[in-house]
């Protein structure tokens, strides 16, 4: 009897393990096991499976899934060493390790800082993200008060959704106030707009703010609300969890879910949301740093302007370590149709523009109306396609990118209208 239960016992481990090992296998497509230091790893680099961990080259640890949630990986990529903590849990762990040459930049930590420049009408250094009235790094700059500076410049990443990065400024490029007659100043306002909502000011911050664009990292590769706006209380609420309104984050002393001690928020400077105290009122939502909290302030006080930037989600990183000393570099794995239009004339159809953009392709493939491709040539920044025989209507064009060890590095589509006139 106990003879047919410890084997009944052994039966059932085994179809646990074999389920587990199919759960990875199946789940990442990597069936290498590789033992290092009492752990249990799957590797893939470069979407290539691998039986050591990389031991040369530059690559990131972009990704990696452990079977334990309280396990932490952290790859030193200069030394070529894994450091594993698993928390109380005694023994080893197994997880699955995604190594690349270059990652996604919204597979990288929250909070890393991005050599970044806008270029959509910004003024010199601020478009870098420096500070207005940055001096140095141990005096990054102010807004409104000089007593009350920023500790961090440039720009970060604020959050990930949707497969996008979302870079905001570290501290404020430029300080803005609104007057009664809608305009903006960086210096200094004579009185306040008293408009219920304050839409001017509003306007004027979502303005400055989306001169940081840069149309080669933009989201669609256009340069409009979708792609960049000032800080506001949808941002505020991702990056803290709390609400921004009158009745939960206003005035809310050493509260961390309302931003204090969040670097990301609690930045120690002045500078605006987007958002308006209430549909009534005539002030607007301000990061208050004499108290570390967020207040509210009539529209005529200068504070800082935070760009928020949707990036591609196929923007990668290309060097750096995501520190303020060496923040990440970054390219971009797209194309665009005619510059980012969203139709084609009739007149136009047969010479249809394309601009490819990549970091670590050496061939695309480029097909219309099906995902299936096949001829592969070598990669080119620019490609024409003659659509005189099309019909009107939607189209889809699917771009591939493969690099010299023949794999797939990119694939993307994106759809432009057709004009039957």
């Known amino acids: 009897m106990k003879k047919n239960f410890l084997i009944l016992i052994g039966c059932i481990i085994f179809a646990a393990f074999f389920i587990g090992c199919s759960y990875y296998q199946d789940r990442h497509s990597v069936t290498k096991v590789v033992s290092y230091n009492g752990n249990i790893l799957r590797i893939s680099i470069d979407g290539v499976s691998a039986d050591t961990l990389p031991t040369s080259g530059d690559y990131y640890l972009a990704n990696y899934d452990c079977k334990s949630s309280n396990t932490v990986l952290t790859w030193d990529r200069v030394n070529y060493q894994l450091k594993v903590s698993n928390g109380n849990k005694k023994g080893g762990v197994s997880c699955y390790l995604d190594f690349q040459t270059n990652p996604k930049l919204a597979d990288m930590e929250v909070g890393s800082y991005v050599s970044y420049t806008g270029n959509n009408g910004c003024s010199g250094v601020a478009c870098s993200g420096q500070n207005a009235n940055y001096v140095s790094d141990t005096d990054m700059g102010y807004c409104s008060d000089i007593n009350y500076k920023f500790i961090v410049n440039g720009w970060r990443v604020g959050y990930v959704k949707d497969g996008s990065a979302y870079l905001i400024s570290?501290?404020?490029?430029?300080?803005?106030?609104?007057?009664?007659?809608?305009?903006?100043?960086?210096?200094?306002?004579?009185?306040?707009?008293?408009?219920?909502?304050?839409?001017?000011?509003?306007?004027?911050?979502d303005s400055k703010a989306l001169t940081y664009c840069n149309t080669d990292y933009a989201y669609g590769g256009i340069c409009?609300?979708?792609?960049?706006?000032?800080?506001?209380?949808?941002?505020?609420q991702i990056i803290t969890g709390g609400v921004l309104s009158s009745s939960f984050c206003n005035n809310q002393y050493s509260k961390v879910a309302c931003g204090y001690r969040n670097?990301?928020?609690?930045?120690?400077?002045?500078?605006?949301?987007?958002?308006?105290?209430?549909?009534?009122?005539?002030?607007?939502?301000?990061?208050?740093?004499?108290a570390r909290y967020v207040y509210y302030y009539a529209s005529y006080n200068v504070n800082g302007v935070r760009p928020v930037l949707r990036l591609e989600s196929s923007v990668l990183v290309v060097g750096g370590s995501g520190t303020y000393e060496d923040?990440?570099?970054?390219?971009?794995?797209?194309?665009?149709?005619n510059n980012g239009a969203t139709?084609?004339?009739?007149?136009?159809?047969?010479?249809?523009?394309?601009?490819?953009?990549?970091?670590?392709?050496?061939?695309?493939?480029?097909?219309?109306?099906?995902s299936v491709c096949t001829n592969y040539v070598d990669f080119s920044t620019s490609y024409t396609l003659d659509w005189s025989n099309e019909v009107a209507g939607e189209k889809v064009v699917y771009v591939y990118y493969k690099n010299s060890f023949g794999i797939v590095v990119a694939s993307m589509n994106r759809s432009i209208t057709l004009s039957a006139s």
């Open 170 to 205: 570290a501290g404020s490029p430029e300080c803005m106030c609104t007057s009664s007659d809608g305009t903006s100043s960086n210096s200094s306002c004579s009185d306040y707009e008293t408009t219920n909502g304050v839409p001017m000011h509003l306007a004027n911050l």
């Open 224 to 236: 409009n609300n979708s792609s960049a706006w000032a800080m506001d209380a949808a941002d505020f």
């Open 263 to 290: 670097d990301l928020i609690d930045n120690g400077g002045y500078y605006w949301y987007a958002t308006s105290y209430s549909a009534s009122s005539d002030s607007t939502f301000t990061w208050t740093p004499y």
């Open 327 to 337: 923040p990440y570099q970054i390219g971009n794995n797209t194309f665009w149709i």
């Open 343 to 370: 139709t084609v004339s009739n007149a136009n159809k047969s010479s249809v523009s394309l601009t490819l953009m990549t970091v670590n392709a050496t061939q695309m493939c480029i097909s219309t109306n099906t």
